[in-house]
T-cell receptor
Framework: NAGVTQTPKFQVLKTGQSMTLQCAQDMNHEYMSWYRQDPGMGLRLIHYSVGAGITDQGEVPNGYNVSRSTTEDFPLRLLSAAPSQTSVYFC????????????FGNGTRLTVT | GDSVTQMEGPVTLSEEAFLTINCTYTATGYPSLFWYVQYPGEGLQLLLKATKADDKGSNKGFEATYRKETTSFHLEKGSVQVSDSAVYFCALRDSSYKLIFGSGTRLLVRP
């Protein structure tokens, strides 16, 4: 059971480039989310999804797009990378129960130069 | 809005010392509370949780009690090990199922 799989693990982009961070889960979880982790700021929610075809904005959505065409996949798109998007990105999934814990991927470390 | 405040780190302890990491929250309603741990190079893992007032979550020797009167969920362990060195995050789940994290506290345990 792979859990939550994120690719790539590391990425370097130049300002203005676009890319997609991939996230897949094999636990049939309805809920998925993307967080960014920056020093001293904990994890901040970028976007989340409560099911296929449904997405919503979190705390810091600007500069990112998401879609949820299947239950398993929740890609995060950077349309035009900026140095302020240098961060570690985590994808997480959880099931419908309010007390269900989040299952995290191992993260993608992104550097924008 | 809802928020979580954690003590700033790093916290440096000797092996077998007692650990407390403070966490307080602000929330409307009755959130569920969680502690997550992050080891170097990895994602976050659930350490323990509590879903209602006076509940005590425990795992791997760590404990935390949901105190509604003081809006706190402090993490404790009686005797830390070097292997406990990690970053610890307090979090709450609000009524919309989103998880809100504190800023994290780095723990370093020296042999």
């Amino acid at each position: 059971n792979a859990g939550v799989t994120q690719t790539p693990k590391f990425q370097v982009l130049k300002t203005g480039q676009s890319m997609t961070l991939q996230c897949a889960q094999d636990m049939n979880h309805e809920y998925m989310s993307w967080y960014r982790q920056d020093p001293g700021m904990g994890l901040r929610l970028i976007h989340y999804s409560v099911g296929a075809g449904i997405t919503d904005q979190g705390e810091v959505p600007n500069g990112y797009n998401v879609s949820r065409s299947t239950t398993e996949d929740f890609p995060l798109r950077l349309l035009s990378a900026a140095p302020s998007q240098t961060s570690v990105y985590f994808c997480a999934s959880w099931d419908r129960s309010q007390n269900s814990p989040l299952h995290f991927g191992n993260g993608t470390r992104l550097t924008v130069t | 809005g809802d928020s979580v405040t954690q003590m700033e780190g790093p916290v440096t302890l000797s092996e077998e010392a007692f650990l407390t990491i403070n966490c307080t929250y602000t929330a409307t309603g009755y959130p569920s509370l969680f502690w997550y741990v992050q080891y170097p190079g990895e994602g976050l893992q659930l350490l323990l949780k509590a879903t209602k007032a006076d509940d005590k979550g425990s795992n791997k020797g760590f404990e935390a009690t949901y105190r509604k009167e003081t809006t706190s969920f402090h993490l404790e362990k009686g005797s830390v090990q070097v292997s406990d060195s990690a970053v610890y995050f307090c979090a709450l789940r609000d009524s919309s199922y989103k998880l809100i994290f504190g800023s994290g506290t780095r723990l370093l345990v020296r042999p």
